[in-house]
């Protein structure tokens, strides 16, 4: 069992008198993965959760076309190509490309040497990660 799960499941837990859904505490937990390179920042500035800024800003992922924070510049081609071709942040396709960063962005264009810049992935909980990015975004 890896260390973080049993406070993901306490998180779980006591999720409901924090306002955070059980999904979202659970997402939540995961957050300490991605924030290496990503942050999440409002518009207006305030940072909800702190990161590193070699990654897209993860405000507002939930239904954003791909590639398209405006205040990052440093997408990789597949992942703008992604994004003009009508790739949008859906659950479904965040849970699918963490599952497979490559893999997905090859499948979406449609060819096999797609490369993205991300090179994590993430087999579980992908899901809840999404949902507490969604509820960060509101």
């Known amino acids: 069992m890896r260390p973080w799960r049993p406070l993901a499941l306490a998180l ?4 409901g008198s924090l306002g955070v859904g059980p999904a979202a505490a659970a997402g939540q937990e995961l ?4 924030r290496v390179c990503h942050m999440v920042a ?3 500035g305030t940072v909800l959760e702190r990161g590193g800024r070699s990654a897209p800003n993860l405000y507002g992922v939930a239904g954003r076309q791909a590639g398209s924070d405006p205040d990052f510049r440093r997408y990789s081609e597949p992942m703008l190509q992604a994004g003009r071709e009508g790739l949008t942040w859906t659950e479904d396709n965040f849970v699918a490309y963490l599952r497979d960063t ?27 990660l999404f949902r507490y990015l969604e509820s960060l975004s509101r």
């Not at 490559?102 to 809840?128: I, V």
């Open 102 to 128: 490559q893999g997905f962005l090859s499948r979406f264009a449609g060819t096999p040497d797609s490369r993205g810049h991300m090179n994590a992935s993430l087999a579980d909980g992908a899901a809840e």
């Open 42 to 44: 409002a518009p207006d």
């Open 31 to 34: 957050w300490r993965e991605c």
């Open 12 to 15: 779980i837990a006591v999720s």
